[in-house]
């Protein structure tokens, strides 16, 4: 086993790292920037070494830096996190390189899987089901009509060398094919210089669903089950949960799909935790989108519901430990949710705010677990993602899960900075939430409502603690209130 | 009823009324949570009223940043007329890119940043007429 880790993050996946590191025995090494200099995840190591000035790429970015930092405080293992250098394959080259043992899979399996169009090929040549569509760019009309009639209307026109719906069309019918094509092409060569467009199969409504992949050193490849991400805003998962609530309809789902993602993981001979993303559409047809090389934010659902500790697990397997565990041993008890606590403005459109967290209120109690990078006085700073903790829940039931998240969110207070607790506690409540019938667009027309400033007893019992002093309520003062 | 209130520690109190518990947690000066949910205390002060509640988006002249940031694309020229709502340029913090719109309709007097500008929090950004 290694006798000391630098952790190559920031917030509450290095706090994560760092507890899993303690329980371990092993000596921690915690980075920092000039932002950071007061971060939990420095409190909470043994040693710590400074990077360099805020922005990532002066700092959580820099390859050398922290192979120096490495050097400096004799770590023999790195762990990444998630973000910044964990799915960069030349990070886990360096690493290799400069003798220090890189948490996660392999170079090669990185590049294998980094770009979602080799992964995408690689799924193909195992036989895993990807989203049906052309691989090569489309190049006259009458190719794309045979290709469109075949997987079926609705298809998606994309831009080959494109990102974020620049030069993307959904055609409906064949009739509106011929101009849809030529303003995709149009505007992908505007966008990126060029102008090739593929087609694939339009999803309605798909459900975002996710295999937890663990493998070791010697062929050995398990999977740990499913969660669903469906509640995302922005491309941005929000809340996370395991098992699916379509695992409940078709038991099957999680065996087919996890055998899917044992597949693809295996041709790019992975090891280390990893997972493989899906899109799932009406008919429970699942496709592949793309490998995460690295351990995810939301893995604490999976642990939840397993038992397991994936980043227990994560340093055994990069320590060359055999995989203790095998396919038959995975048990999945009870049901997990998370959200994601994120310093925004669900009131302004989700603005960031960053800024000092004045006041803070924790939940416990059963079934909690909460993953914080901050605490009372903590300057979230503007550089980084807003993310401040993961609040977790386990109960032995979906809908127990969700009283439980509720309540917990309930005792949690966050003053100085806006936040998304409030926007939670109303997802919570939506019939379609508690129903399970999620999909990745659903928060797209999700309205977010401010609550109804306080009245009666409770205004007057706010205004009462608000001067302390005075028994009786002030006629003089007027208030008008707004909620964050 | 009058309420019977104790301070628990500094800022934070609990207040029982007509049989009912409520927990106060006091931040700064203006926000405060009731129940765990924050709220904005905004005092009606006669002296501020002109720029407090809803008759006061017709008198901003000045849009200021709500938070530090980059200004990464500018929406909106000087001279440009614009609608409420309409977006006048993207601020960019925290990996995220935010559209920043015009509190009223009216033609833009000033745009006081260019693309790449970094801004403080209350800066003025641009100035309707």
Not at chain 1, 122 to 141: K, N, Q, Y
Not at chain 1, 283 to 299: K, W
């Amino acid at each position: 086993m290694f006798r000391k880790v630098l952790v190559a993050n920031r917030g509450e996946i290095a706090v994560r790292v760092l507890r899993a590191l303690r329980e371990r025995r092993i000596a921690s090494v915690a980075v920092y920037s000039d932002a950071d200099r007061k971060s939990l995840a420095v409190q909470l190591a043994d040693e710590a070494a400074y990077l360099g000035p805020s922005p990532s790429s002066e700092s959580y970015l820099r390859i050398d830096k922290l192979l120096a930092a490495a050097r400096a405080h004799g770590a023999d293992a790195i762990h990444p996190g998630y973000g910044f250098l964990s799915e960069n394959a030349d990070f886990a080259a360096a690493c290799a390189g400069a003798g220090v043992t890189f948490i996660g899979p392999s170079e090669a399996s990185i590049r294998a899987l980094g770009s979602k169009t080799s992964a995408r090929q690689l799924a193909l040549s195992v036989g895993a089901p990807v989203v049906p569509g052309t691989d090569a760019a489309i190049t006259d009309l009458s190719e794309a009509k045979r290709i469109a009639s075949q997987i079926g209307y609705p298809v998606m026109i994309k831009a080959a060398a494109g990102g974020g719906g620049k030069g993307m069309r959904m055609v409906e019918s064949e009739s509106s094919l011929e101009a849809a094509l030529r303003d995709a092409a149009s505007e992908a060569e505007r966008s990126f210089k060029s102008a090739e467009v593929y087609l694939e199969k339009a999803l309605i409504h798909p459900r975002h669903i996710e295999i937890q992949l663990l493998g070791d050193n010697h062929g050995n490849l398990i999977h740990l089950g499913e969660r669903e991400c469906s509640l995302q805003r922005r491309h941005q998962k929000v809340i996370e949960e395991s098992p699916s609530p379509l695992s409940a309809l078709d038991p099957t789902l999680r065996h087919r799909m996890g055998e899917a993602a044992l597949k693809i993981a295996r041709a790019a001979g992975y090891s280390n935790a990893g997972t493989a993303e899906f899109l799932v559409d009406a008919d429970r047809n699942f496709y592949f989108l793309e490998m995460n090389t690295r351990l995810q934010v939301e893995h604490p659902v999976t642990e939840l519901v397993t038992s397991l500790d994936l980043v227990h697990l994560q340093l055994d397997l990069a320590a060359g430990a055999v995989l203790p565990l095998k396919q038959d041993d995975i048990r999945w008890t009870g049901h997990a949710i998370e959200c994601r606590l994120y310093a925004e403005d669900p009131a302004n459109n989700f603005f960031p705010s960053p800024g000092v967290i004045e006041r803070l209120e924790l939940p416990s109690g059963p079934g909690v677990r909460l993953d914080s990078g901050v605490y009372e006085g903590w300057n979230v700073p503007l550089d980084y993602d807003p993310l401040l903790a993961k609040l977790a829940v386990w109960a032995p039931d979906r809908l127990t899960a969700i009283a439980r998240l509720e309540r917990a969110l309930s005792e949690t207070v966050i003053l100085g900075i806006r936040n998304n607790i409030h926007f939670f506690r109303q997802l919570l409540a939506d019939p379609a939430v508690i129903a399970g019938d999620l999909h990745t667009t659903f928060l797209n027309t999700f309205r977010y409502q401010d609550p109804k400033p306080p009245s009666g007893d409770a205004l007057a019992a706010a205004l009462a603690a608000y001067r302390p002093n005075t028994a009786s309520l002030p006629r003089s003062r007027r208030s008008a209130w707004r909620n964050s | 009823m009058n309420p019977d209130i104790v301070e628990i520690r500094p800022g934070v109190f609990s207040v029982l009324l007509n049989g009912r518990s409520y927990v106060i947690h006091e931040a700064s000066s203006n926000w405060i949570a009731l129940n765990s949910i924050e709220w904005e205390r905004v005092v009606a002060d006669p002296r501020l009223r002109a720029t407090a509640g809803p008759a006061a988006a017709s008198a901003i002249r000045d849009v200021k940043a709500a938070m530090p940031g980059k200004v990464v694309r500018l929406l909106a020229n000087s001279g440009d007329t614009v609608e409420a709502g309409q977006g006048l340029l993207i601020l960019e913090a925290m990996k995220m890119q935010n559209e920043l719109r015009s509190p009223r309709a009216g033609v833009v007097a000033a745009v006081r940043v260019a693309e790449g500008t970094t801004v403080a929090s209350g800066q003025v950004l641009v100035t309707l007429e």
